[in-house]
Nanobody, 121 residues
């Protein structure tokens, strides 16, 4: 199985910065992609940023130019660097990975526990 441990988040202010981290562990055969999703009250979960094993990145239009998704492959860790924060960024943020495990070699989705990010105006 794959376990995702999230850290970071909390309270930020408009124009400021926060950084989230997500470390993947377990019997990982291949880690194909890692990403971040967020969910605001009353809304569905949406993709914020993602990165593939080849380094290709994808960002939601609402965060382009403000957020980046650095990674440390040696540590199976992905980060979400959030700059120029806006109140609209307030949501619960979830780490997600697409990974294959040794037991089955089947690729599946794994989710972190989520962390609250609140941005004050």
């Amino acid at each position: 199985q794959v376990q995702l441990l999230q850290s970071g988040g909390g309270l930020g202010q408009a124009g400021g910065s926060l950084r989230l981290s997500c470390a993947a562990s377990g019997s990982i055969f291949r880690l194909h992609a890692m990403g971040w999703y967020r969910q605001a009250p009353g809304k569905e979960r949406q993709l914020v940023a993602g990165i593939t094993s080849g380094g290709n990145t994808n960002y939601a239009d609402s965060v382009k130019g403000r957020f980046t998704i650095p990674r440390d492959n040696a540590k199976n860790t992905v980060y979400l660097q959030m700059n120029s924060l806006k109140p609209e960024d307030t949501a619960v943020y979830y780490c997600n990975v697409h990974a294959a495990v040794y037991t089955t070699y089947n690729t599946d989705d794994y989710w972190g526990q989520g962390t609250q990010v609140t941005v004050s105006s």
